[in-house]
């Protein structure tokens, strides 16, 4: 007599399906490069080639294109053996992008919060309670000295005229 282990049936049954659609993914957000009519791209006042539909890739956007509910399920995938490398693969492609926005000024903002929040390794600036040193608390109880009044008169004293 055969045990099931229950539980939704996985939606990928093979590494390579994962792959296709997570290449398929990275593809749409680099958008298509735009030729003019002799088929020569098209580039803008600084020679760069223009792109049009580009997009960032997100680990949201990575998610729905792999047709989950939510990011967790995509960080939950990695757990399973045989997507792990993908997975991971995939992952280290979003933080790439990220990483690189940090030298952008208009995106190093957006990226820094990216990446303190979405990938583990980048949380240390948060000042996890881990990687600090316990409380220090400093007591001054140094005595200090209590200050003598003056025995010498003002120079406008009352009652004085």
């Given amino acids: 007599m055969a045990t099931s282990k229950g539980g939704r049936p996985p939606k990928y049954t093979s590494k390579e399906q994962i792959e296709w659609i997570i290449d398929e993914y ?20 600084y020679g760069a080639p223009i792109y049009v539909g580009r997009k960032p ?4 956007g990575l998610a729905r294109a792999l047709g989950f509910k939510s ?13 792990k490398e993908t997975i991971e693969a ?5 933080e790439e992008y990220t990483e690189t926005r940090l030298f952008d000024k208009d995106g ?13 390794h ?4 948060k000042g996890s309670d881990d990687s600090k040193g ?11 000295p209590v ?11 009352e009652g004085q005229v």
Avoid: M
């Fill in 26 to 45: 990275f593809d749409k957000c680099d958008g298509e490069l735009l030729n003019d009519e002799s088929g020569e791209p098209v580039l803008d006042k």
């Fill in 134 to 144: 316990p409380a220090v608390n400093i007591i001054c109880d140094i005595p200090r």
């Fill in 71 to 83: 990011r967790q399920s995509l960080w939950e995938y990695k757990g399973k053996k045989e997507f």
């Fill in 122 to 125: 980048w949380d240390a600036e």
């Fill in 108 to 120: 190093a903002n957006g990226a820094k919060f990216s990446l303190q929040n979405n990938f583990r």
């Fill in 147 to 157: 200050p003598v009044e003056s025995t010498k008169e003002p120079d406008n004293a």
């Fill in 57 to 60: 890739p997100t680990s949201a």
């Fill in 90 to 94: 995939a992952i280290l492609r979003l």
